[in-house]
């Protein structure tokens, strides 16, 4: 089996199978040779210990082996899969069994759907059964769409190399289970076995045939506005987002992308956000297109701004490498892998727009791309959506959302990772705040609809990139969900600002559901000083009244952003983020965190 990259370089070496003790050599316990492959295949390892992982955890500690602790379990695959969402590479966690792996279930399944590869080793019930209080782990790991690998005493080195291979080609997430019976059993293998060893590369297949090529290429050969619209497949393809540059500079078209491919291509070009997140001024261009190629990007009912991002009489062209993901709006689909077939397609094409018929350079030589939002020069008026946010408090006293994230653009680090948990919030940091690169803006618990996976996924993400401030976005929900996992974030953070839109209710199904005259008590939360929760921690922070009090912010930033700050924004309850009034227009219900890709 071929496997896309491991995280270090010593990829191909077999574990050790014999531990030294006294003077001679014993064999290594199931838990060796599985943290001999651990430390082959990962830098670090997230987790939480108990009986079941407690050996393995032992061996590699003892080692000298980075552990990064949580303080839940569902916060160690969290980490984990934002490692990976941060970084490109695989990331490693373990749990303990029962209760420990079932807390991980619905960080596992967001990353299933994510399609994030991911390796989770975890205890289980002894070979010989189940004990009174044991599980059945396998077949709940199998109703999230998770494999499990239930490991023997024949040869766990290779067998753990597998699930690592596994994770990797199929961008999944693989359990590896450990039964308690063996934690302290002698291998029975030899030291040469090597299945299931990742290599460097990913397969990128042999390229689509001329036929399956001809009618997209024929399609944007004559397009007078063609769009390319890039979502993860493009980052996540070797030589892809190199290749997605290549075939729009050829055209001369303008770029856009999903929310988690931000910045993939570059900024020449590029109007930025497809789909709801995006600026209206930017998505009436992306409108005008008459020829749009998405590769690898989710065409979800949210994606396709419910059907109006592309004008009605646009040739919409698809590249994925599921068929399944088809759309139906979709005119000429290939099956294949992103950076190969756009490469390919760039290659049919001359060098420049010229040699492609195109003169005056193309679509982006002729469209002028609006500029980033504005802090109107008025305080207190209430323009909005034509680039200008309002400067000031919203109508009820409290601080307006979009003022606030636009603020935040100025003075955050510009080297920066923003990590997003679920609510109505979500959509103010995309439309208001830049980002380095197509690695540094996560969105967790979108794919599972999920909320309450913000904390640990900072710390994931903090570890992947400990060059970066990382800055967690969250609600206050969702904050409240995750709460145990903020002292994990001040623990581990080099440099972290936990931002808290926080208007002291369930935001999503306020506007969503008391809008319609459902009664809101269970939606409203009473408000919660998340600054005063993270001096707990030992953070700094600040609860803002006002836009100047961010300046206690600007001035940690100026002294170093080192450590962790807590900035707790009482937001107002009366201001509709975009996407939301656009779904309730169109009586379609918006999810908490909407699905992104």
């Not at 420990?100 to 070979?127: H, K, M, Q, Y």
Request: charged content about 20%; proline content about 7%; hydrophobic content about 45%.
């Amino acid at each position: 089996m071929t496997a896309a990259p491991a995280p270090t370089a010593s990829r191909a070496k077999p574990a050790d199978i014999t531990v030294p003790f006294g003077d001679s050599a014993a064999r290594a316990t199931v838990p060796q040779a599985v943290a001999g492959v651990v430390r082959e295949r990962a830098d670090l390892l997230f987790g939480l210990m108990g009986n079941g992982n407690a050996h393995l955890i032992s061996e590699l500690t003892s080692t000298g082996f980075p552990l990064v602790t949580v303080r839940h379990e569902a916060g160690a695959v969290a980490a984990a899969d934002a490692y990976h969402r941060a970084s490109g590479r695989i990331g490693t966690a373990t749990v303990t069994y029962g209760a420990g792996f079932t807390n991980t279930l619905t960080a596992l399944a967001e990353a299933s759907l994510a399609r994030i590869p991911l390796v989770l080793i975890v205890g289980d019930a002894p070979t010989t059964g189940p004990r009174f209080f044991d599980i059945d782990q396998v077949g709940m790991a199998a109703a999230a769409g998770v494999e499990t690998i239930r490991l023997d005493d024949r040869d766990p080195a290779a067998q753990v190399r597998d699930a690592y291979a596994r994770a990797a080609s199929g961008r999944r997430p693989v359990i590896v289970a450990i039964p308690y019976d063996l934690v302290e059993t002698p291998v029975h293998a030899s030291a040469g076995s090597t299945a299931g060893v990742a290599v460097d590369g990913a397969p990128e297949g042999s390229g689509p045939a001329e036929a399956e090529l001809e009618p997209l290429a024929a399609a944007l050969h004559t397009a007078e506005r063609p769009l390319l619209v890039a979502g993860r497949g493009v980052l996540d393809s070797p030589g892809g987002p190199e290749a997605l540059r290549d075939l729009a500079d050829r055209l001369g078209a303008l770029l856009a992308t999903s929310v988690m491919a931000r910045n993939v291509a570059g900024p020449e070009g590029d109007l930025g956000i497809a789909g709801g997140f995006g600026r209206l001024e930017r998505v009436e261009i992306m409108r005008q297109a008459d020829v749009v190629l998405v590769v690898g990007a989710s065409m979800n009912p949210f994606q396709m701004r419910y059907g109006t991002v592309f004008g009605p009489e646009a040739t919409v062209l698809q590249i994925d490498v599921d068929p399944a993901r088809r759309h139906q709006r979709t005119a000429h689909f290939l099956s294949a892998d992103a950076g190969t077939a756009v490469r390919v397609l760039a290659d049919r094409l001359g060098a420049s727009p010229r040699e492609n018929g195109r003169p005056d350079g193309g679509w982006r030589a002729r469209q002028p791309i609006p500029p980033a939002p504005r802090l109107d020069a008025s305080p207190g008026t209430e323009k909005a959506g034509a680039g200008v946010v309002p400067r000031g408090l919203a109508p009820d006293g409290r601080l307006d959302p979009r003022t606030m994230a636009l603020a935040l653009e100025e003075i955050l680090p510009r080297e920066r990772t923003f990590v997003q948990d679920g609510g109505h919030f979500i959509g103010w940091v995309p439309l208001m705040c830049s980002v380095p690169d197509a690695r540094s803006h996560l969105f967790v618990g979108t794919a599972f609809q999920s909320i309450g996976l913000g904390f640990p996924s900072a710390v994931g993400a903090a570890m992947a990139r400990p060059d970066r401030t990382t800055v967690l976005v969250t609600g206050d929900g969702g904050g409240l969900m995750a709460l145990a996992d903020l002292e994990s974030f001040v623990k581990q953070a080099r440099s972290g600002v936990v931002v808290v839109f926080n208007d002291a209710a369930y935001g999503a199904e306020l506007h969503q559901y008391a809008a319609r005259g459902l009664d809101d008590q269970a939606m409203l939360i009473d408000e919660v000083d998340f600054a005063a929760v993270g001096r707990a921690f030992g953070a700094e922070g600040i609860k803002a009244a006002s836009l100047q009090d961010l300046d206690v912010l600007r001035d940690w930033v100026d002294r170093g952003a080192k450590g962790v700050f807590v900035l707790d924004l009482p937001i107002s309850q009366d201001v509709v983020a975009e996407y939301m009034a656009e779904s309730m227009a169109g009586a379609v219900p918006a999810p908490r965190p909407l699905p992104v890709d």
